[in-house]
């Protein structure tokens, strides 16, 4: 069949166009790289943004009249959290050794707000959205950095992801533009040593409002996770306004139960995350590569007993599974004998394989989940979530702590849009493993012609980890067969070889997964092209620039194959020239 053109224009949304969606529509492998680059001339275009990435829409404009309202210099910038933790992440992230100088932030330069505002409802975008019965002011952490040194800021919103949503800025800025705003308190760096926003110091909160849709969420997530170790009520699933957030507030918990140590990251696992443990107090320790040959349980083994007999703590081991972009899956059974052998806890993030598919619940301490992605599947609400499988001997410990440190930073129209989506997941599911088993199927057998550019498909199947990850898979039901999730990555012969098939793949391009719509993007050298040391280490370990991660939509299977040959076509084509070009010289 014809293949079928994107009429999207660059930096809107995947259709239908919205407000609160959370993707846009980048194409062309320069313009990925422009956006990780910041660049300004393609900023400027984008109508649509990941939340994660920097303050956008409603929030922008939120930050703008409160930025106005507090009269702040025009060369400083503002970005606002609901949780009082917020001050003292800033002033340590700011300050951090891992900052160069020209983003290092010091304390006199910062200052903080502590702001209380009526919340008005119902939301323009979504009228049947309605007051939830606690008409107390929602209270704002609002943190006023340089402008020009706004790296030694942003990260915080990048890599803890707690920051505000565009849903409760929405529902905030009518009473700001009335000027119903109450400064409850503020510190100004000039005026007092670091000491004093300590979080005995910080006006406390209360929290975001809880509603039915934090309820439904929560008891369908339990429903969802499986039950291999043990039966997962309602009260072990914790609620964040994202993925990232789930993994930070985790993290928080872990070093309150466990101490400060170093985390062990397995693999290849999201960039934020690995950010976020790298710059913890106790600092990270990689095993990069983890395919079948690697034999990584036995350095991880030989690791944990120098530590041991060290007398030096670590923290927890961490791993994504499979693994994000390159869809490794370690052996968590074998990870679990490891760590149960040196008494470390085991934290997995599932969102690529997903609730439906795997059920790691058996062999780990704690489950992390962007429920952003497949969960919620149409790309137009954020979202994370803490699972504890009761089995683990650090289930009580952790649950208390858990449920002592939260404070809800979780807007209730964003877990109840969340939960609608949700609703269709299974469904959706079932559609999104058969599109991308058949898709990377074609791939595969593709790849076995000697003048295919394709080297590799990276699909648990088509991995040498595939028993891994079956060995996690979930038995299948009279109402869902289980399968390898929507996320893989092509890898090519040459990078211009993958340039060409990316700026000839007539799908939506951009950073996300999980969506109703088919999304590519070069993962790898858009985020680590600009850092020639970071992307040869990656390389170590699978994750090359001439790999395109892609996350398969809704699409017919038809469709999607007949696209996908359409840009192979093109990039076979770039291939010959090229080895023509090398004959040659």
């Known amino acids: ?100 100088p020209n983003h290092t932030i010091p304390p ?84 007092a040593g670091a000491e004093q926003v300590g979080i005995e110091r910080v006006p406390g909160s209360r929290g975001l409002p809880w509603g039915e849709g934090h309820v439904g969420l929560r008891r369908r997530i339990a429903g969802l996770v499986g039950g291999g170790g043990g039966k997962v009520g309602e009260e072990e699933v914790w609620l964040y306004p994202t993925g990232m957030a789930a993994v930070w507030r985790l993290h928080q918990a872990m070093v309150e139960v466990r101490g400060k ?76 004998q490891v760590a149960d052998k040196y008494s470390v806890p085991v934290v997995v993030d599932d969102t690529i394989g997903s609730f439906c598919n795997i059920d790691v619940s058996p062999v780990v301490d704690a489950i992390v989940t962007s429920i952003t992605k497949s969960v919620s599947g149409y790309a137009n609400v954020m979202g994370g979530a803490i699972t504890l499988p009761p089995s683990s001997p650090l289930h009580g410990p952790l649950k208390s702590t858990l449920t002592a440190q939260f404070i809800n930073e979780y807007f209730h ?49 088509f991995t040498d980890t595939h028993a891994n990850y079956a060995a996690m898979m979930r038995p299948a039901t009279a109402d869902f067969m289980p399968g390898y999730g929507c996320l893989m990555a092509i890898e090519f012969t040459t990078l211009r070889v993958a340039r060409a098939f990316y700026d000839n793949l007539s799908v939506f391009h951009g950073p996300h997964l999980g969506a109703h719509h088919t999304l590519a993007f070069p993962f790898n050298d858009a985020i680590w092209g600009t850092d020639p040391e970071g992307l040869a280490y990656i390389r170590t370990y699978g994750a090359k620039a001439e790999q395109v991660r892609v996350s398969v939509g809704l699409e017919e299977v038809e469709e999607l194959v007949d696209t996908f040959k359409a840009a192979l076509d093109v990039a076979e084509e770039e291939r010959r020239r090229e080895e023509e070009g090398m004959g040659r010289r």
């Open 1 to 100: 069949m014809p293949v079928k053109q994107i009429n999207t224009e660059l930096g809107h949304s995947l259709p239908p166009e919205a407000p609160h969606n959370i993707t846009f529509h980048i194409p062309g492998w320069d313009t990925a790289k422009a956006l990780r680059r910041g660049d300004p001339e393609l900023m400027a275009k984008l109508v649509s943004i990941y939340p994660r990435f920097r303050p956008f829409s409603e929030v922008r404009e939120l930050s703008t009249v409160l930025h106005a309202r507090l009269s702040l210099p025009a060369t400083q910038g503002l970005l606002l959290y609901t949780h009082p933790d917020v001050f003292q992440t800033t002033l340590r992230f700011s300050a951090s050794p891992h900052r160069p």
């Open 108 to 191: 006199s330069d910062l200052s903080f707000h502590v702001l209380d505002i009526p919340l008005t409802f119902p939301l323009p975008s979504e009228p049947e959205t309605d007051l939830l019965g606690n008409d107390d002011p929602v209270r704002l952490y609002a943190v006023a950095y340089p402008l020009d040194l706004a790296p030694g800021a942003m990260g915080v919103w990048n890599n803890s992801g707690v920051g505000v949503s565009s849903r409760l800025a929405a529902a905030l800025l009518p009473a700001v533009q009335r000027g119903k705003v109450e400064v409850v308190w503020k510190w100004e760096g000039g005026d």
């Open 261 to 336: 140590g170093k985390v062990v990251v397995l693999g290849s696992i999201f960039h934020s995350s690995f950010h976020l443990f790298e710059e913890s107090e106790g600092g990270v320790k990689h095993f990069g590569k983890c395919d079948a040959e690697s034999g990584v349980m036995e350095e991880l083994e030989a690791w944990l007993e120098k530590e041991k007999q060290a007398g030096r703590r670590v923290a927890y081991v961490f791993a994504e599974f499979p693994s994000n972009p390159i869809l490794v899956s370690v052996d968590l059974r074998r990870l679990r």
């Open 413 to 461: 129209p964003d877990a109840a849009k969340l939960l609608a989506n949700s609703a269709s997941y299974l469904a959706r599911s079932a559609i999104l493993n058969r599109n991308a088993l058949a898709l990377a199927t074609f791939l595969h057998s593709h790849s076995q012609s000697p003048t295919s550019p394709v080297t590799a498909v990276l699909y648990p199947p």
